[in-house]
């Protein structure tokens, strides 16, 4: 059975303020035609500007992924594209009238609840897959990123720091729309206390609070609604790294691990995998289609 490209049936809207910048952001989504993929469309001061998500427009990783092309940047696209990317949307257009997307209650479930809301609908082109032939291991001191070759994506996390609120978490997810919505969108986005006023004095966080974030304090999690989930924080790590894989621009059969990687790590990965092209291959129908596919440019990555 061929595999469609999907869309979404209709344009739908939301509201908020971006995490770091503390602007307010209106975004946008709006069906795009096959063979697009996920572009955004970026409005402001009355510029505008086209990013299209293909791995090779990461300008920044810090904290949070930001896109760029001609010094317009869009900061904070992980946690949208990881609801896109997991609802399997291949096309899309994302207006934003902003320098960053909304943060929300810094999960994807309001993405995800969104895409929902829109609809999402079959389109005719035969969907295209990266397959992972063999494996890609990134590993540096006390972290390493890896994927392997699988007939379905899946994701093993876990994650080590030292503190006394949060030691050691793992995470196995095997991906799927449904267990998405119900294993990881919901998993918020966190920070530790002692980091939340050096985050402010660099000029990040600005829009950051307890409504958007769960920050851990010296005893235990701040937040008087506690955790969503026990393991909240390794749920939310694999949250970021899928929206960060999604920057590769299309869907993954590949089993990954990762231990204490981020959004630096992530990109490296997708880095890697668009340079290593020997290691993969683009698949229609489970059938190799030609070299058509990602662009080969150097992009700069800053730590
Ligand atoms: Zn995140």
Known sequence: MTARQRTIERAVKISGVGLHSGRPAT?????????????????????????????????????????????????????????????????????????????LDGSAFPFAELIREAGIREQNGARRVIRILSPIVLAEPGRRLAIYPADEFSVDFTIRFDHPALRYQRFQYVASPEGFISEIARARTFCFLREVEAMRAKG???????????????????????????????????LDLIGDLSLLGYPILGRVEAECAGHRLNVEMVNCIRAQRDRWQLEESGVRVGTAVLPTEAQSVSP
């Open 27 to 103: 975004l946008a989504l709006i069906p795009a035609p096959e063979d697009s993929g996920i572009v955004f469309v970026q409005n402001v001061d009355g510029r505008r500007s086209e990013i299209k998500v293909d791995g090779s427009r990461v300008v920044e990783t810090m904290l949070s992924t930001t896109l760029g092309i001609d010094g317009s940047n869009v900061h904070t696209v992980e946690h949208l594209l990881s609801a896109v990317w997991s609802l399997g949307v291949d096309n899309l257009f994302v207006e934003l009238d902003s320098v960053e997307v909304p943060i």
């Open 204 to 238: 990040l966080a600005q829009g950051g609070s307890l409504d958007n974030a769960v920050v851990i304090g010296e005893h235990g999690v701040l937040n008087p609604e506690g955790l969503r989930y026990s393991d909240e924080f390794v749920r939310h790590k694999i």
